[in-house]
């Protein structure tokens, strides 16, 4: 079972809210904005535009409802499609922003001064009826004036964050509409539906975290803590906090309890730190390298692969000829060194790759890279050449032979 990462629900407020502008670009998220932003284009199409688009806005708010109810059960990452997809709650709410974008539209079409009016006790009253709808799931009492007042006592000052985002999103509407004017629409539609679905996913994941701080007063249990202990997960953390206290005392008995932890699956990154930690502590040069190479190669097949450069870097420092014991480890994190900019690590990857795996199909590749990095420094270019008249010796028929001859020439004509 994956990890479920929880939010403690005393974690303070500001720290949500600094958290939460990343949050629609993480994971499910990002990948279900980018899909959703993609599908406004639908719009674009004759006789069937007008429908594509009210379904399109529709999944929208149906996805924005299954992040302020998953949030408001302490889960700290964005749902999958459809994870809270029985909850009469979301459907509510679709219904409820479903019909706020019909009122905009008839206000433009036939009173264009009634717009902003709209607008604005739409964002005042918005987020009482979505976090209503959420924690009581009663359509008729979200819609209550009575009730948004109770709602706003509830949560005070905080009350006015997705009020903000709200009114930056009625701004975003009639910029849009402004806009439309000075770039054609096929380039103007996906950045304003973008930005439209990054700010309505960022303000219910916002109202999840106000209803998940109230939880208590609201009758409302989180499901991530539960599923947690379920898991396990609770018992990872009690171990922790108890090798801690024992490392004081016994640091050897530590490392073999958390080494048998590490031997079963999928421990959590806390659990390997204090292990590494107390390695350190006892000077085992050899088991940190070890276990330098058991997490590198656990957090690749986790697709944690800048985590991995970190433990990896950790390692190089330890011994200076440090490389991971998988090829395929070690080109990706040799790939994304390179990407990322870091080219003496990406060289040190691509060279320990060459020395290990000499003969693997993917060693051309990995000697473009280390001449490449070479070449770009003026005083390395010979080393870059020597290497490149390697490469095309050991394989004179490799599909990337043509590669290998083309920056051949470009190094020798700048040397």
């Given at each position: ?12 407020f ?5 958290a939460?502008?990343?949050y ?65 709650s ?18 433009v ?5 009634a ?109 991530a803590?539960?599923?947690a ?32 932890r ?34 590198i ?47 003496r ?11 290990h ?30 290497l ?28």
């Amino acid at each position: 079972m994956p990890r479920i990462e929880v939010v403690p629900a005393d974690t303070p407020f500001g720290e949500r809210l600094a958290a939460g502008f990343g949050y629609p670009l993480r994971g499910a998220g990002l990948a279900t904005c980018t899909a959703l932003t993609l599908a406004h284009y639908a719009g674009l199409l004759p006789a069937v535009g007008m429908l594509a688009s009210l379904l399109v806005w529709a999944a929208t708010w149906r996805y924005a409802a299954d992040c302020l109810l998953h949030t408001a059960h302490g889960y700290a990452n964005p749902p999958d499609v459809g994870s809270e997809g029985n909850s009469a709650s979301g459907w509510g709410l679709t219904a409820v922003h479903l019909l706020l974008v019909a009122l905009c539209v008839l206000a433009v079409v036939f009173f264009p001064r009634a717009l902003w009016p709209v607008l604005v006790v739409a964002a005042l009253a918005l987020p009482a009826v979505d976090m209503s709808l959420a924690f009581d799931g009663n359509l008729a009492l979200a819609l209550n004036p009575l009730n948004w007042v109770r709602v706003v006592n509830t949560f005070g000052p905080v009350y006015l964050v997705p009020v903000a985002i709200n009114l930056l999103l009625g701004l975003l509407v009639v910029l849009a509409s402004l806009g439309s004017h000075l770039l054609p629409r096929i380039l103007a539609l996906p950045l304003f539906a973008f930005a439209s679905t990054y700010l309505i996913v960022l303000a219910f994941h916002l109202m999840g975290a106000l209803i998940h701080q109230r939880h208590e007063h609201l009758g409302l249990v989180p499901e991530a803590p539960r599923l947690a202990r379920a898991s396990g997960q609770d018992e990872d953390s009690r171990l922790v906090e108890e090798a801690r206290a024992q490392a004081a005392d016994d640091p050897v008995a530590t490392l073999h309890r958390l080494a048998e932890r590490l031997r079963q699956h999928n421990a959590p990154a806390p659990v390997h730190q204090l292990y590494r930690e107390l390695l350190r502590r006892q000077g085992l040069r050899d088991d940190l390298l070890v276990h330098g190479q058991i997490w590198i190669a656990a957090l690749i097949a986790q697709n944690e692969a800048r985590r991995a450069l970190g433990v990896l870097q950790e390692c190089c420092g330890i011994d200076p000829a440090f490389v991971p014991d998988d090829p395929r480890t070690c080109g990706e994190l040799a790939d994304l060194a390179d990407r990322l900019g870091m080219a003496r690590l990406a060289t040190h990857l691509g060279r320990g790759y060459l020395a290990h795996w000499p003969r693997d199909e993917h060693a051309p590749h990995y000697g473009l890279l280390v001449a490449r990095l070479l070449g770009a420094q003026a005083e390395r270019r010979t080393e870059a050449l020597v290497l490149l008249e390697k490469l095309a010796t050991a394989w004179p028929d490799h599909p990337l032979r043509g590669d290998i001859a083309t920056l051949q020439r470009q190094l020798a004509g700048a040397a």
